[in-house]
């Protein structure tokens, strides 16, 4: 009964042939946790014999007060991936459709699936949201959009202007989702969060993670920020206790250091401009990105170049026939990635740049 559901692909691992293994696959975050935040899981890990705090109340005290918002704005999950599945669930009527661009974020199309919602795919032009076409395809039976921004996993940001007149287009029945997992990693100067529009717009919510700039993918905290009445309804499709007493205290120690972690993705921005400098020098076609990943449209080389990459102990993530997404690791893991990349076109291989 379970064969016709869909299922999403975990990053790769790389298979080296020299035992180093770099893994820029998944987008996480390459710093080992701060050891305040290990002491805070710690003790908590004493009480595990215990639920956990149902309303985990000290985080969602923290992230009130950090966004300047009530704390009956806030919803939290397992990760933010659980609070789009939770929304996809609220809306999932018979015949209604969720819209988003494509390429996006994979688990989108594998999670509206799941909710028995069917998937409405607007392109992306030059690697970017096309917001107008997007607003175009809204129809009576659109329940929500989502906007990932910036995009993965082309890396691109679209700017507030743009967003607000297409929030502006969207009818008050249908739900806008911004998926801002990379926000921490923008530094386009005018660039501003989705949040400052939650107050005016009652149909918009924005989703963080604590997965990515906060390093902690694997204890699974992602949250959102929204309308009281949205709030309330998510709080109710959760999961009880889906929330563990080690990733609270995870979660509010990162906020706790928050300024540590930021300086964290300063590094990555740096890394960001060098390694893209130095792949289009080298004639690679690299989308400008304000994430902590680069996008290269390799077209047909794609799934070549990715098994490559794994030989010499580099996980990227592979979209054949389109490009390669690879993760800002730390500077040695990132010099990996671009020694293979250099030995690949040494070798003979062509990136789309060359043809
Ligand atoms: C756009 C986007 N949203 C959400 C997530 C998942 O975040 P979480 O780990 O909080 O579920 C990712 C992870 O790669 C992502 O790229």
């Given at each position: 009964m379970f064969d016709s559901l869909p299922s999403y692909q975990p990053a790769r691992v790389a298979r080296s042939r020299t035992g180093d293994v770099h893994?820029?696959?998944?987008?996480?975050?390459p710093d080992a946790p701060l050891a305040d935040i290990v002491a805070a899981v710690t003790a908590a890990a004493d009480t595990m014999n215990r639920y956990p705090d149902f309303g985990a109340a000290d985080l969602v005290a923290r992230l009130s007060r950090m966004h300047g918002v009530?704390?009956?704005?806030v919803a939290l999950g397992a990760g933010s991936v659980a609070l789009v599945q939770m929304l996809f669930q609220a809306v999932a009527d018979p015949g209604a459709e969720v819209l988003y661009a494509w390429?996006?974020?994979?688990?989108y199309p594998v999670l509206a699936d799941l909710a028995g919602l069917r998937s409405v795919r607007v392109p992306l032009v030059a690697d970017c949201h096309d917001l107008p076409a997007m607003a175009d395809r809204?129809?009576?039976?659109?329940r929500l959009v989502l906007v990932c921004n910036p995009n993965n996993p082309t890396g691109t940001l679209l700017d507030g202007e743009e967003l607000r007149a297409f929030v502006d287009r969207v009818p008050e029945h249908c739900l806008i989702v911004v998926d801002e997992?990379?926000?921490?990693?923008?530094?386009?100067?005018?660039a501003r969060s989705a949040i400052s529009l939650v107050g005016e717009r009652p149909n918009l919510v924005v989703l963080r993670t604590f997965s990515k700039a906060y390093g902690l993918a694997g204890l699974r905290v992602g949250y959102l920020i929204g309308a009281p009445h949205v709030v309330t309804q998510l709080r109710k499709a959760c999961l009880p206790y889906s929330l563990s007493t080690v990733a609270q205290a995870a979660a509010s120690s990162a906020l706790e250091n928050r300024e540590r972690l930021m300086a964290r993705t300063d590094r990555t921005a740096a890394e960001r401009t060098r390694v893209r400098r130095t792949l289009t020098a080298a004639g690679w076609q690299v989308a400008p990105s304000e994430t902590n990943f680069l996008w290269l449209r390799?077209?047909?080389?794609s799934a070549a170049l990715g098994e490559w990459c794994a030989e010499h102990g580099v996980a990227v993530r592979v979209f054949p026939g389109e490009g390669v997404r690879v993760s800002l690791g730390s500077p040695l893991d990132n010099d990996a990635f671009l020694a293979s990349v250099a030995a690949w076109r040494a070798a003979g291989g062509t990136s789309v740049a060359d043809g």
């Amino acid at each position: 009964m379970f064969d016709s559901l869909p299922s999403y692909q975990p990053a790769r691992v790389a298979r080296s042939r020299t035992g180093d293994v770099h893994s820029l696959a998944a987008n996480e975050s390459p710093d080992a946790p701060l050891a305040d935040i290990v002491a805070a899981v710690t003790a908590a890990a004493d009480t595990m014999n215990r639920y956990p705090d149902f309303g985990a109340a000290d985080l969602v005290a923290r992230l009130s007060r950090m966004h300047g918002v009530f704390e009956d704005q806030v919803a939290l999950g397992a990760g933010s991936v659980a609070l789009v599945q939770m929304l996809f669930q609220a809306v999932a009527d018979p015949g209604a459709e969720v819209l988003y661009a494509w390429r996006s974020f994979e688990l989108y199309p594998v999670l509206a699936d799941l909710a028995g919602l069917r998937s409405v795919r607007v392109p992306l032009v030059a690697d970017c949201h096309d917001l107008p076409a997007m607003a175009d395809r809204v129809t009576e039976h659109t329940r929500l959009v989502l906007v990932c921004n910036p995009n993965n996993p082309t890396g691109t940001l679209l700017d507030g202007e743009e967003l607000r007149a297409f929030v502006d287009r969207v009818p008050e029945h249908c739900l806008i989702v911004v998926d801002e997992a990379y926000h921490e990693y923008v530094r386009r100067p005018a660039a501003r969060s989705a949040i400052s529009l939650v107050g005016e717009r009652p149909n918009l919510v924005v989703l963080r993670t604590f997965s990515k700039a906060y390093g902690l993918a694997g204890l699974r905290v992602g949250y959102l920020i929204g309308a009281p009445h949205v709030v309330t309804q998510l709080r109710k499709a959760c999961l009880p206790y889906s929330l563990s007493t080690v990733a609270q205290a995870a979660a509010s120690s990162a906020l706790e250091n928050r300024e540590r972690l930021m300086a964290r993705t300063d590094r990555t921005a740096a890394e960001r401009t060098r390694v893209r400098r130095t792949l289009t020098a080298a004639g690679w076609q690299v989308a400008p990105s304000e994430t902590n990943f680069l996008w290269l449209r390799t077209g047909e080389s794609s799934a070549a170049l990715g098994e490559w990459c794994a030989e010499h102990g580099v996980a990227v993530r592979v979209f054949p026939g389109e490009g390669v997404r690879v993760s800002l690791g730390s500077p040695l893991d990132n010099d990996a990635f671009l020694a293979s990349v250099a030995a690949w076109r040494a070798a003979g291989g062509t990136s789309v740049a060359d043809g």
